[in-house]
Every structure is written in C-alpha cells, then in structure tokens.
C-alpha cells in the first residue's frame, strides 16, 4: 500500500494528507507528539511487511486486531486510499466542481461507456417517462461492502443529465434509493439523507476530516451494526433477484446476508472472474445456505429452488450477457 510508504530518509509518511493527519492525531495526544508519531510510522511497517502475504488489509488488521495502532493506520491507509481513488476515478472531472451543493461526475465519456454504470442506468430507466422520475429506482436496492461512493455520486448525476432536471430533484430521487453500507463509507455527500449523524466529504476530498472518516470505517471482521444487518438480510429475504458483482464471496460477509427463513429469491446472478470453476460449486452451494434455498439448473422450476446465472467475465459483461434477463421477470 503506497499511501504508506516513507519520504526518502526523513521520518514522515510520503503521502502528504496522511502525514499531516497523523500528525495532528499525535499532536493531540501530548506535547511531545514525535515520540507517538514514531509509533504510528512503526505499525505501518508492519503493515507493509506483512501485507503481501495477506488476502487483503482486512484479513491482515483482523490477525493484530489487538495492535490498536495498526487498526488506527489501517484505517487511515484505507479512507487516503479509497480518496485518492474517487479524486482520480473515471467518474471525476479534471476541475472537481460542484453543481447546487453536487459533485459534478463524468458520464459521457468512452472509458465510463465500458463500465458498468452506464448498462445499469439504461437498465432502469428505459421505458420510463420523465413523469415516472418518482419510480424509477422503487424496484431495487443495493449492498456496497465496498467504502468508496462511486454508486452514489453516479447516479445523483445521471439522474440530473438523463432526465434533464435540477440537482434538488436529482437528490430527492436518488435519496429514495436503499443503498447500504454494512462496513461504512469514507463520509456522507452532504445532501445524503444521514449526513448530519455522519461525518461529510465531498467526492475524493476529505476535506480535512481523514480522522473523522477513518474513525468511522469498519474492517470486514469487525461487527457491522446491528440495524444495517437486519435491514440487509430483510432485503436479501425479500429480493426475487439477487445480483452480486465483484463480490469476493469471505465467509463473514456471507454470513452477514444469511436469512433466517427460505428467501424469495427465484434468479440469482454473479460474477466470478478469477475463481476456479470447482470454486465456483462452492460458491453456488453457499448462496443456498445463504438464501436457505436450493440451487438448480436453468430448466429446473421448483419453488425451493433458484436459478444461478454464473458470469466468468466482468460486472460489465454480467450486464451485457445476461440483459434480456435483467429486463424481465
């Protein structure tokens, strides 16, 4: 992880929005804030020696979940980390701007025309009129393990521009959506319902608030909140189409979408790129203790059973793939 990495021989993190964050967290903590700062520069160390060996920093900060300090950078590393990721997504402009209070994203260009992003809004609002703006996002909802907002940000501004409508209207629309985080984001948009019990940030910036955000982020073994859990299962239990894109399918976070009873899940669509194909029957076996279901071929019907749509390739040809699907009931 970069983001970690020292400036040459000097004792100070290279990345200058973590160095300085760090160093307001030490001087915080005494007047001497270099001997704690050392400290802090140690347990990055550590991170970095050992992250190559970890499946990811999660895994990794779960190993030394008792090493307060590497939890803290950790943290740190992962909120500069998704930041600077968001400031230099496809999705952002050169001239980061804002529109009435929204961060204006990119979605005319050739590289966002390859993404995903693009399929799924074309496949929520075709057949839609301008009157039915209210409706268009009231038959879905979404699970991000992921702490970036680059669903959000999207969205808000595909609305503005494919509707033709003001960014008040844009945000009234896109807030009607159910979009969880189980595992936190790095701040609230300002015009986020939720905003003002959450730590805000415009898109890529943390506006000076790193510690904040990174305070409020949760590694994927530590617990999620108890109501984002059993609102994320209700949904899982009540969804007749489940689709996972980019899910690395970690036992805890299966275990987070486990329901209680059958769910009503009658098609189940996922990627698997870079998993082997006998993984991929482990895969689907688990989605049936997941769903409480039983998986079946495509031509099988039985009401205990559900439909696996299996898509070796990427988010975007899981959409192009199986679009006549997606479309329909």
């Given at each position: 992880?970069?983001?970690l990495e020292?400036?040459?021989?000097?004792?100070?993190?290279?990345n200058e929005q973590l160095?300085r964050?760090?160093m307001?967290l030490?001087?915080?903590e005494?007047?001497?804030?270099?001997v704690?700062f050392q400290?802090y520069?140690d347990?990055?160390?550590r991170?970095r020696?050992?992250?190559?060996?970890?499946i990811?920093?999660?895994?990794?900060?779960?190993?030394?979940?008792n090493?307060k300090?590497?939890?803290?950078m950790g943290?740190?590393?992962?909120a500069?980390?998704?930041?600077?990721?968001e400031?230099h997504?496809?999705?952002?402009?050169?001239?980061?701007r804002?529109?009435?209070?929204?961060d204006?994203?990119v979605?005319n260009?050739?590289?966002?025309?390859?993404?995903w992003?693009?399929?799924?809004m074309r496949?929520?609002?075709t057949?839609?009129t301008?009157?039915?703006l209210?409706?268009?996002?009231?038959?879905?909802?979404?699970?991000?393990f992921?702490?970036?907002r680059?669903?959000e940000?999207?969205l808000v501004?595909?609305?503005?521009?494919y509707?033709n409508?003001?960014p008040?209207?844009?945000?009234a629309?896109v807030n009607?959506?159910?979009i969880?985080h189980p595992?936190?984001?790095?701040g609230?948009?300002a015009w986020?319902?939720?905003?003002r019990d959450?730590?805000?940030s415009?898109?890529?910036?943390?506006e000076?608030k790193?510690?904040?955000?990174a305070?409020?982020l949760l590694?994927?073994t530590e617990?999620?909140?108890e109501?984002?859990?059993?609102?994320?299962?209700?949904l899982v239990?009540?969804a007749?189409t489940?689709?996972?894109?980019?899910?690395?399918f970690?036992p805890?976070?299966?275990e987070?979408?486990?329901?209680a009873?059958p769910a009503?899940?009658?098609?189940v669509?996922?990627?698997?790129?870079?998993?082997g194909d006998?993984?991929?029957?482990?895969v689907?076996?688990e989605?049936?203790?997941?769903?409480?279901?039983?998986?079946?071929s495509?031509?099988?019907?039985?009401?205990?059973?559900f439909q696996a749509?299996?898509?070796r390739?990427?988010c975007?040809?899981l959409m192009?793939?199986?679009w006549?699907r997606?479309?329909?009931?």
């Amino acid at each position: 992880m970069s983001v970690l990495e020292r400036d040459g021989q000097n004792h100070r993190f290279s990345n200058e929005q973590l160095n300085r964050s760090v160093m307001n967290l030490c001087q915080k903590e005494g007047v001497n804030w270099s001997v704690p700062f050392q400290l802090y520069l140690d347990a990055a160390v550590r991170i970095r020696f050992a992250l190559p060996m970890a499946i990811s920093i999660d895994n990794l900060l779960h190993t030394h979940r008792n090493d307060k300090l590497m939890i803290r950078m950790g943290k740190l590393a992962i909120a500069t980390t998704i930041l600077e990721k968001e400031a230099h997504s496809y999705l952002c402009p050169e001239e980061p701007r804002k529109r009435e209070g929204v961060d204006v994203a990119v979605t005319n260009t050739e590289r966002i025309a390859k993404s995903w992003y693009l399929p799924l809004m074309r496949l929520l609002v075709t057949g839609r009129t301008l009157e039915e703006l209210e409706r268009i996002f009231e038959n879905v909802a979404f699970v991000v393990f992921n702490y970036d907002r680059c669903l959000e940000h999207f969205l808000v501004n595909a609305v503005i521009n494919y509707f033709n409508v003001d960014p008040r209207t844009a945000i009234a629309t896109v807030n009607r959506i159910t979009i969880l985080h189980p595992y936190g984001q790095v701040g609230h948009f300002a015009w986020q319902e939720g905003a003002r019990d959450s730590v805000t940030s415009s898109f890529g910036n943390a506006e000076g608030k790193l510690i904040e955000i990174a305070d409020q982020l949760l590694t994927f073994t530590e617990s999620a909140e108890e109501g984002v859990v059993i609102q994320t299962r209700a949904l899982v239990a009540g969804a007749e189409t489940l689709v996972f894109m980019g899910f690395g399918f970690l036992p805890q976070n299966m275990e987070l979408l486990t329901v209680a009873n059958p769910a009503a899940t009658k098609r189940v669509f996922l990627t698997t790129k870079g998993i082997g194909d006998d993984d991929v029957e482990i895969v689907i076996n688990e989605l049936r203790h997941v769903l409480q279901r039983k998986p079946t071929s495509e031509r099988a019907g039985r009401d205990n059973r559900f439909q696996a749509f299996v898509e070796r390739g990427t988010c975007r040809e899981l959409m192009d793939h199986h679009w006549l699907r997606l479309t329909r009931a």
